[in-house]
């Protein structure tokens, strides 16, 4: 760590890094490949215990787990204010925090508080990690930064009986373009990723089967989840005058385009 508190690696400033959700799944992919690669990584999620298996994962890597539920406003101050305190800076927003609330449950029955919490998590949260992102990387010298949030097929198609996780991630869409257009005058680039069955703990019953449009349960194919976490990176390692503005990445056989 050098005089302005920032991290050095091989004789270089070492970029540096929020994951959400970073204790499974996409956001522990993500966040391992980033510091296997030479990021400083903060690991961010509601359960601290695994934020330090995510760290474990890339042991010599600078890593600093953050317990924070990303729909409380006081936890994602207290997260972006350690994060400038071990680092001094952030390069790299990736806004992936998420639930997709109660499975199988029809709209008419879908009870308030379970809408609330997807809605809490999912676009609340995201909100506010970029907005304190925008902040620090507004303020900071030399000025600017990435965000990258976490979109999901069902920014573009919803699945049956999943309209608060549709939903958010529509207006994630919305949330995507806004930031991007904000941050222009300050060289804070935003896009979003689109993911579709990759594989992870809540994607496994996929492959068992999984409710269709047309009502039946069908298996559906995954993908190596570390092919997401490539995508992220090179996303996230383009020069801020270049922006990826959104990429869909999904296994090539499920079904979204066309009939399936």
């Known amino acids: ?3 302005n508190g920032t991290v050095e690696q091989s004789g270089r400033q070492s970029r540096i890094a929020v994951v959400t959700g970073a204790g499974s799944g996409i956001g522990r992919a993500v966040a391992v490949e980033l510091l296997r690669t030479g990021w400083s990584v903060a690991l961010a999620g509601r359960r601290l215990a ?10 010599e890597a600078a ?14 101050a207290a997260l972006f204010t350690a994060v400038r305190e ?14 997709f ?12 508080d379970a809408w609330r919490h997807v809605v809490d998590t999912n676009l609340n949260g995201a909100f506010l990690c970029a907005q304190a992102a925008y902040r620090q990387m507004k303020e900071q010298a030399p000025q600017g930064g990435r965000i990258i949030n976490n979109g999901s097929i069902s920014a573009h198609t919803p699945r049956p009986h999943s309209v608060a996780y549709t939903a958010t991630k529509h207006a994630l869409t919305g949330l995507t373009k806004s930031l991007s257009l904000d941050g222009r005058p300050y060289r804070i680039a935003v896009g979003q ?3 579709g069955n990759a594989a992870t703990e809540m994607t496994a019953r996929m492959e068992t089967g999984a409710l ?20 992220v990176r090179h996303m996230a390692e383009l020069p801020l005058e270049a922006n990826v503005q959104f990429a869909t990445v999904l296994a090539t056989a499920m079904p979204f385009v066309g009939r399936g």
């Open 193 to 195: 990723i689109d993911i």
């Open 212 to 231: 269709q449009a047309n009502g039946e349960i069908a298996p559906e194919p995954v993908m190596d989840v570390a092919d997401v976490a490539r995508t």
């Open 50 to 59: 695994l934020l330090e298996e995510t760290a474990a994962l890339a042991p």
């Open 1 to 3: 760590m050098n005089a």
């Open 101 to 112: 609330g109660p499975g199988g449950v029809p709209v008419e029955e879908l009870p308030y």
């Open 86 to 99: 071990r680092f001094g800076r952030l390069d790299l927003l990736f806004n992936n925090a998420g639930t």
């Open 63 to 76: 890593s600093l787990p953050v317990r924070a539920d990303v729909s409380q406003p006081d936890d994602v």
